[in-house]
């Protein structure tokens, strides 16, 4: 066992670190956002300059074929400056549906795009009854005629969507024996018949309802076929569900970082806020709760290569872990600011924006509580007391 | 970054496991299970047991008697023992003492006293607390006056675990009143406990158990060589203590076996004709505190491993914090699992067939571990402590 980073590992956090502290104006991002502007396209080609979109593509497909702890590294510290770049949705969810399809001259060149920083992707899986259940979707996928694939249906919340150049798309595939089930498709965002409504998250990033009426495509949009679109999917969730506590963690860090130099700067009562003990103590706390869960981090990770159902249950286990951390330092970071925490052009409450958004992206607690409890036999009867 | 187990270390389980579990005495694990204190006996035969086999103190230095294993070989050791519901060997001398001989004491120290911490033969309690000294050690009033060939010990203490069973303490007392504690005023004292002037007094704790006294020293005259390495160092030592045991106080294996044989209970146990175990309000309950485990475990993992680098003296404040809450939090759903047979106390007295409230046989010692438990919170440093520990030393702030 080995919790250290390797050199190639404190490389890439050094180059994401320096990209926060070069090219990331937190300010400056937030301003933006609130003018509605989105991730500008020069430090995304700078993702691209940085290897950081390669990272995840596999190697036979022109990539670095990373680990997830590769992913985890840049995430961290994105999270920890707060970037908002769409990097899960392209880089590692873009990345790793397009390596799991087969490799068609179309599939390479949409990889290609996307290690160029020419292509951003968005996973639209999402539909109003769903609720993080990927099966339950009514987006209908049939071949027409002319072995056209015709997509309807209607897919929301998509995130990174507003300025996706593709979707992967998920949909039932009507088979011959009249049972449908889960597919994955490629579907451009020009494509005609799909109807695009952005809008803002909490978080400040852009999402989309995307809308397919009656989208025709060529054969070749199938990217996962039905016989393992679900293991597929689910198993790339749950990289996706570990990559996001990552960033979550960077962004609990980076909260604790600036609420305890507020509570050292500021001063009442004659005193620096640091010296009452009641928020000592309430800082001791928010570090327990991080460092702890930075353990289940590393303890997701060494899961994610196990049986589907071990797997399911440890990531779970470590986002129901990350997502009671996340609220509980995210909110007492904006707590221990008093009214400073509240103003929207401090930055404090953006890391506590960007948590409660990660705390709803692919499963939320009461999700993960759920899966956990089922994936994890009630008892094992040997030895009973 | 690598984060799987090895097979060697798998390996080293399956030794260990094949021997613990074959040595462990069936009664002895059954009083292991019920949580109650350990007796002298159940510490001295699974002392012994483990001392012939060469590994009574694994986190000892070789040269002392410890094994030679990995810090995770020595956790997957006590992970197995639990595992197999041995007795957790007594504290004092193993964990504290003996750690501090070799890392303080002079030779003639070394070569009398630790094989017999080691064998099991001498058995130590620890006179740090007093009271009005628990959580402030810098506080202790006990004083220790030279006289000719001689130290005289004054003072009381409190809350001291095993004294009444203890051969021998090792005694924190004042040895100048004009230097500050922390600045050489405080020193450290070896002697047995039927010196003249020694008294103990039980203090029976909430859970209607023994074992912590009260213990007081009456002019205790010992030897002048009976300080602990150097006169004056007693602060250093003690300190040396608080991050000497890093992983130990999380107490991962035990819990872990807790919740394993609470969920055992909680599959027997029967609410309104259903299984408590598959009521929606205890599953949550208990899948959080597997995931909180799960936590705990690899935060240990990490320390094991040096894997937070710099914060490893807060983090043990953390483990400390965690493993505590988590003894607490299983120990409590263990009592609600057995519904309003939690209001009875089950104690050690009550071993007969017939339990009150009809109660199945592995209900004893439950309630009475639940309220003892209340006690993970504040010894070995009050959690309130420990918070203080990590706003210091993690963001540099002081009281």
Known sequence: MEFSLTDEQSLLRDSVRRFVAEEHDLNRQQEALRKGSRFSASHWNLFAELGWLYLMVPEAAGGLGGSAEDAAVIAEELGRGLVDAPFLSTAVLGAELLGAGEPTPQRDELLGRLMEGRCRLALALEESASRYDVSAISTAASISGNDEIVLSGQKVLVQDGADADVFIVSAIASAGDGVGRLALYVVPSSAAGVEIRRYRTIDGRWAADVKLNDVRLPNTALLIPSDRAREVLERTLDLARIILASEALGAMEGALAMTADYLKGRTQFGRALASFQSLQHRLADMFVKVENARSMLYRGLSMLNAEPNQRAAAISATMVTINQAAEFVGSQAIQLHGGMGMAEEYPIGHFYKRLRVIGKSYGDLSWHMNRYTQMTPTIDMQGAA | ?399
């Open chain 2, 1 to 399: 970054m690598d984060l799987k187990f090895s097979k060697e270390d798998e390996d080293f389980r399956m030794m260990v496991r094949e021997f613990v579990r074959a040595a462990v005495p069936a009664d002895m694990a059954l009083r292991t299970r019920q949580g109650f204190h350990s007796t002298k006996e159940d510490l001295q035969t699974w002392n012994r047991i483990l001392f012939e086999k060469g590994w009574a103190a694994p986190h000892w230095p070789k040269e002392y008697g410890g094994t030679g294993w990995t810090p995770l070989q020595i956790y997957i050791f006590e992970e197995e023992c639990a595992a197999a519901d041995a007795p957790f060997l007594s504290y004092f001398g193993l964990r504290l003492l003996g750690p501090l001989i070799y890392t303080f004491g002079s030779d003639e120290q070394k070569a009398e006293l630790l094989q017999p911490i080691l064998s099991g033969e001498t058995f130590w309690c620890q006179g740090f607390s007093e009271p009005s000294a628990g959580s402030d050690l810098a506080s202790v009033k006990t004083t220790a006056v030279r006289s000719g060939n001689e130290w005289v010990i004054n003072g009381q203490k409190i809350w001291t675990t095993e004294a009444h069973f203890a051969d021998r303490m090792f005694c924190l007392a004042r040895t100048d009143q004009n230097v500050p504690p922390q600045k050489g005023g405080l020193s450290i004292f070896l002697f047995d406990m039927n010196t003249p002037g020694v008294s103990v007094r039980p203090i029976i704790t909430i859970d209607e158990g023994h074992s912590v006294n009260e213990v007081f020293l009456d002019n205790v005259r010992i030897s002048a060589d009976a300080v602990l390495g150097r006169v004056g160092d007693g602060w250093t030592q003690a300190k040396f203590l608080l991050s000497h045991e890093r992983v130990s106080n999380a107490q991962v294996p035990r819990s872990k076996r807790d919740l394993e044989l609470l969920k055992q209970i909680a599959a027997q146990e029967m609410a309104g004709g259903q299984r408590v175990i598959d009521l929606p309000e205890v599953r949550q309950r208990i899948a959080e505190l597997e995931i909180d485990l799960c936590g705990l475990e690899w935060s240990v993992l990490r320390e094991l491993f040096n894997g937070h680098g710099a914060k490893s003296q807060p983090i043990a404040s953390g483990l400390k914090i965690l493993g505590s809450e988590i003894q607490q939090r299983l120990s409590t759903l263990l009592t609600d699992i057995v519904g309003p047979k939690g209001m009875v106390l089950y104690d050690e007295e009550i071993r007969s067939d017939a339990l009150p409230g009809n109660a199945p046989s592995y209900i004893v010692g439950s309630t009475a571990r639940q309220l003892f438990l209340r006690a993970a919170s504040i010894y070995a440093g009050a959690n309130e402590i420990q918070r203080t520990i990590i706003a210091k030393q993690v963001f540099n702030l002081s009281s």
